[in-house]
């Protein structure tokens, strides 16, 4: 079936840049999606991409988009503390009626 | 700013009770999610419904039943909590007529805890 998956953990300074990656196995997928979940709290859509772009840039969020690889990433200039967060990569599996398929999270933590 | 909401935020129950997780929105989307997310990070989806007198099963098992008489509303019981049943619980909810571009909107989150 379909899988998504992503590294766990990632530790960056304050005001460097943060690459989070994802990889998925489906070559129908249509959408794909970052969602960000602070502590306590419920998931928030941060930024989606077609899957016939390859890049989508966002004020300090850069999505690029491989389909050939079928490679995802978020880049997250200038991080900041604020930007800790668990952050979730997913996709819209082709056809009209699957559900999101999501990774298991990346905890990004950002150290003053 | 999303109209998703769950109540209540914390519960903490005893074994062997019956429980109900409330959740609303006032978005007007036909689907809705309930999501059973581990201490470690992981989302599982349990139940959804793509509208009024629709339930469906999710990908994991769960004791859980969802039932959605009304758009707005998807509450989620537990007939008897056990310890086993202690995780985050998150409701979440998406425009169908958006065709595949599915944005999901969530809830805050139910924490339960079952002694």
């Known amino acids: 079936g379909e899988d998504v998956e992503q590294s766990l953990f990632l530790s960056v300074r304050e005001g460097d840049s943060s690459v989070i990656n994802c990889t998925y196995t489906?070559?129908?997928?249509?959408?794909l999606y970052w969602y960000k979940q602070e502590p306590g709290a419920g998931l928030q859509l941060l930024t989606y991409?077609?899957?016939?772009?390859d890049m989508k840039q966002d004020q300090r969020l850069t999505v690029l988009l491989n389909t050939k690889d079928k490679h995802l990433s978020l880049r997250i200039a200038d991080t900041q503390t604020g930007d800790s967060a668990i952050y979730f990569c997913?996709?819209?599996?082709?056809?009209?009626?699957?559900?999101?398929?999501f990774g298991k999270g990346t905890k990004l933590s950002v150290k003053p | 700013e999303a109209d998703i909401y769950q109540t209540p935020r914390y519960l903490v129950i005893g074994t062997g009770k019956k429980i109900t997780l409330e959740c609303s929105q006032t978005?007007?989307?036909?689907?809705m999610y309930w999501y059973q997310q581990d201490p470690g990070m992981e989302l599982h989806l349990i139940h959804y419904?793509?509208?009024?007198?629709?339930?469906e099963k999710g990908d994991l098992s769960s004791e859980s039943t969802v039932s959605r008489i009304r758009t707005e509303h998807f509450p989620l019981t537990l007939e008897s909590a056990r310890p086993s049943h202690t995780s985050q619980y998150l409701c979440?909810?998406?425009?169908?007529?958006?065709?595949?571009?599915?944005?999901?909107?969530f809830g805050s989150g139910t924490q339960l805890s079952v002694l």
């Open positions: 991409i077609f899957s016939n772009m």
């Open positions: 979440a909810s998406s425009d169908l007529k958006a065709g595949s571009n599915e944005k999901l909107f």
């Open positions: 997913a996709e819209r599996p082709g056809g009209s009626q699957g559900n999101l398929i």
């Open positions: 489906d070559s129908s997928s249509t959408y």
């Open positions: 978005m007007g989307h036909d689907k």
């Open positions: 419904s793509y509208g009024v007198n629709s339930t």
